[in-house]
């Protein structure tokens, strides 16, 4: 079965430069989360898309964008790089269908790491 | 961490033994999940318990509710190796567009040996 398809796996920015990580959901869910995972430390929620609309912010920096395409392919984008901005990103996609399951769906991660 | 604490931080057993970890949350729930994690890997999707359940049976995988305690705990039974992971309790927060998110507790890593 498809999973989430996440892109690049690995991925070497200097501080102050931009990197852009991809997210294919699983086909037919519509909604699509991001999570930033520092080292030992939880998942933390970033932002959420559902039909392509912003659905909920939580602690993502200013410095940080993203958006949901009209295929439901998600982009997170992260300017003026931090050391503290390394870190394993996930995105998880689920369809509010599924609500009876509640589950999401991850990727297997972005991990980027800041010099 | 933005919802509660897990406990322990860290479990070592030995192979055959059972492992158990708990979780606190801090507001009222619909669902609660674990999740579990190899290092370095994606979250994979364990079991739900729903906030009207007290306990729920998956394999070798054992969860109960607590609603009042704002707790639950995770039970492997006759653990494997293969069980070595980070194990994450997340509950879930319903939104006004009919979407939820998922907020996660700080993880229990799990030391099987064989």
């Known amino acids: 079965a498809a999973g989430v398809i996440q892109s690049p796996r690995h991925l070497i920015k200097e501080k102050r430069e931009t990197a852009t990580l991809k997210c294919y959901p699983i086909p037919r869910h519509d909604t699509v989360y991001w999570y930033q995972q520092g080292p030992g430390q939880d998942p933390q929620f970033l932002i959420s898309?559902?039909?392509?609309?912003?659905?909920d912010k939580g602690s993502i920096p200013d410095r940080f964008s993203a958006q949901q395409f009209s295929d439901y392919h998600s982009e997170l984008n992260m300017s003026s790089l931090e050391l503290g901005d390394s870190a394993l990103y996930f995105c998880a996609s689920s369809s509010p269908g599924l609500a009876a399951t509640g589950e999401l769906f991850f990727g297997e991660g972005s991990r980027l790491t800041v010099l | 961490s933005q919802q509660g604490e897990e406990d322990p931080q860290a479990l070592s057993i030995q192979e055959g033994e059972n492992a158990t970890m708990n979780c606190s949350y801090k507001t009222s729930i619909n669902n609660l999940q674990w999740y579990r994690q190899n290092s370095g890997r994606g979250l994979v999707h364990l079991i739900l318990i729903r906030s009207n359940e007290r306990e729920k049976h998956s394999g070798r995988l054992r969860v109960t509710l607590d609603t009042s305690k704002k707790s639950s705990s995770l039970l492997i039974t006759a653990s494997r190796a293969a069980d070595t992971a980070s194990y994450f309790c997340?509950?879930?927060?319903?939104?006004?567009?009919?979407?939820?998110?998922?907020?996660f507790g700080s993880g229990t890593r799990l030391l099987v040996r064989p």
């Open positions: 898309f559902y039909e392509k609309m912003q659905s």
């Open positions: 997340a509950t879930d927060f319903p939104l006004m567009d009919s979407s939820y998110k998922l907020i």
